[in-house]
């Protein structure tokens, strides 16, 4: 049974009778587990470091700072998303249009010392997150991880579609992911798709790290593991 | 939530300085400062308001916090905490839905007095 178990008790494993439900007893839908290469990837880089630092970049985690906590990580959070959103960033650019600044984001968010982190869960965010600020953040990333720091993002592919909505992704087990969409009860506004990035934009924008691997998954999801 | 003996800032109540006591707190108001509680809890109702850093036996939150937060036992950020600040206890609780934009270290229990997490220290520091 691994720690994650441990924290939350044995998940059910048993088949739910086809016993129909009235609407008002109807469970919620059941949440997606996909397995993740990447994660499993990205922790056994970490195994053998000591006094890790870990960059959570999604929403505030109980299940992924207990987790990581638990191996002994220093965890820091942060929904650098979620502070995209913010009104006061948006600014005409150059050619009038008006844009999110990363000068103003970057003056409030992700703000650490270079080579703080040994490790970045950056999960999907780029696909979500304005086009001004995807290049600057990711700039901003590697510079805030240590040399041979690691860091996972996950990709959606076309196939995925436009309608595809922001999730939280919650640790399952060394190798797994929890995907539960985002509700209102997480005080945040609602993000769409912004774009479908080809593998080529995607080596474009790890362009200043040292290795890029691809994971790819039956899910349109591709997990992408960069080292600094 | 607290105790018979809490000692209460009341929502509408704001206290600029420093804050130590040998009771428990509890916090609907606002403070800025800094709050010192050794061996006593701290509790930050949903309408209260802290800028300050706090250090507690026992620290509550279900309201916002600007600061660090270091508990020498007990942190619990309830589910509709905002907490911008690195956060230290020896068990830590943190609901669904709580916000925390900061540093998170579980600390072993040394029974030496806490003092202000800095994560981010150079080794050795």
């Known amino acids: 049974m691994d720690l994650l178990q441990k924290l939350r008790g044995v998940r059910g494993t048993s088949n739910t009778a086809a016993m129909p439900l009235s609407p008002e007893l109807k469970p919620a839908p059941p949440l997606q587990v996909r397995h993740s290469s990447g994660l499993l990837e990205l922790t056994r880089a970490l195994g053998t470091r000591e006094d890790i630092a870990l960059l959570d970049l999604g929403v505030t985690s109980p299940t992924n700072i207990s987790y990581f906590t638990g191996l002994g990580y220093k965890v820091y959070s942060e929904d650098v998303l979620g502070a995209s959103a913010a009104s006061d960033l948006q600014v005409p650019n150059e050619e009038g249009v008006t844009a999110a600044d990363p000068d103003r984001l970057l003056a409030q968010s992700l703000t650490y010392p270079d080579a703080t982190f040994d490790a970045v869960l950056c999960w999907d965010i780029a696909d979500f997150m304005e086009e001004s600020l995807v290049r600057p953040v990711v700039q901003r990333l590697w510079a805030a991880l240590k040399p041979g720091g690691v860091m996972l993002a996950l990709f959606h592919s076309r196939e995925a579609g436009s309608e595809t909505v922001c999730c939280r992704y919650h640790l399952a087990g060394s190798d797994s992911l929890e995907v539960r969409p985002l509700s209102t009860a997480h005080k945040r506004p609602s993000f769409s798709l912004q774009r479908s990035f080809h593998n080529r934009h995607i080596e474009n924008l790890f362009r200043d790290f040292n290795s890029v691997k691809f994971f790819l998954a039956r899910d349109h999801l591709r997990e992408v593991l960069v080292v600094k | ?125």
């Not at chain 2, 600029?16 to 509790?43: F, W």
């Not at chain 2, 279900?62 to 942190?75: C, I, K």
Request: net charge negative; aromatic share 2%; no cysteine.
């Open chain 2, 1 to 125: 939530m607290q105790t018979a003996t809490a000692s209460q800032i009341s929502t509408g109540i704001v206290i600029r300085g420093e804050i130590s006591g040998s009771s428990d707190l509890l916090v609907d108001g606002q403070v800025d400062g800094i709050i010192h509680l050794a061996d006593h809890t701290l509790t930050v109702g949903p309408s209260g308001h802290v800028k300050a850093n706090v250090e507690a036996r026992n620290i509550i939150v279900a309201g916002r916090v600007e600061g660090n937060l270091t508990a020498s036992d007990r942190l619990e950020l309830r589910k509709s905490a905002v907490v911008m600040g690195d956060v230290s206890g020896t068990r830590l609780t943190i609901e669904e839905g709580a916000f925390l934009k900061g540093g998170i270290q579980v600390t072993r229990n040394t029974g030496e007095a806490p003092g202000t997490p800095n994560l981010f220290a150079a080794p050795g520091a």
